[in-house]
T-cell receptor
Framework: GAVVSQHPSWVICKSGTSVKIECRSL??????MFWYRQFPKQSLMLMAT?????????EQGVEKDKFLINHASLTLSTLTVTSAHPEDSSFYIC?????????????FGNGTRLTVT | EDQVTQSPEALRLQEGESSSLNCSYT??????LFWYRQDPGKGPEFLFT???AGEEKEKERLKATLTKKESFLHITAPKPEDSATYLC????????????????FGGGTRVLVKP
């Protein structure tokens, strides 16, 4: 099956600093990757769609200047949380489809637990 | 806007006690309904894709079914290792605003199977 790798698995940072999270598709190329956010005991909320070679598409209410997304290659997307604050503490998960077929599932990384102190 | 509602929110079962999870959805032009399993601190793991009303998929003790308005995930004779959160998600129609193959998730059902 398709494998999506995320790094780091957890990170603790101080308020005001920036944190970068990497998402890699290990055995397939992904022109599009999706970044989700999950609060404790809640479901996944789509933050943005990462498009290889072009600008990311952000969901309504997500600050694009705070959550910087770069999709520099067909196997790597990064999410940078800039000037992090405690309310940014959450579980961030990336995903990608192996292909563009309508019934192609998203495969998820194992997530990054961000704690901002 | 696509909407997905899962019930119940939580389910406690005895080992061997079969049950069903419900996923109700509202989407104009369904391009797929997906079931995932999520263990604590992990990303969701893909289980099934359903597309057409009447379609069924099975994997070990799990069976997913689909109607025009809802999907069910049946757990037959569950074991403790089936304890997890089960997530349902839909993929709506392609549109200018829609982000490609994104999925909209329901709130999930937390299943605990006791030995």
């Amino acid at each position: 099956g398709a494998v999506v790798s995320q790094h780091p698995s957890w990170v603790i940072c101080k308020s005001g600093t920036s944190v970068k999270i990497e998402c890699r598709s290990l055995d397939f190329q992904a022109t599009t990757m999706f970044w989700y956010r999950q609060f404790p005991k809640q479901s996944l909320m789509l933050m943005a769609t990462s498009n290889e070679g072009s600008k990311a598409t952000y969901e309504q209410g997500v600050e694009k200047d705070k959550f910087l997304i770069n999709h520099a290659s067909l196997t790597l997307s990064t999410l940078t949380v800039t000037s992090a604050h405690p309310e940014d503490s959450s579980f961030y998960i990336c995903s990608a489809s192996r292909d563009r077929a309508y019934n192609s599932p998203l495969h998820f990384g194992n997530g990054t637990r961000l704690t901002v102190t | 806007e696509d909407q997905v509602t899962q019930s119940p929110e939580a389910l406690r079962l005895q080992e061997g006690e079969s049950s069903s999870l419900n996923c109700s959805y509202t989407v104009s032009g369904l391009r797929g309904l997906f079931w995932y399993r999520q263990d604590p601190g992990k990303g969701p793991e893909f289980l099934f894709t359903l597309y057409s009303a009447g379609e069924e998929k099975e994997k070990e003790r799990l069976k997913a079914t689909l109607t025009k308005k809802e999907s069910f995930l049946h757990i037959t004779a569950p074991k403790p290792e089936d304890s997890a959160t089960y997530l349902c998600a839909v993929r709506g129609p392609v549109s200018i605003k829609a982000a490609g193959n994104k999925l909209t998730f329901g709130g999930g059902t937390r299943v605990l199977v006791k030995p």
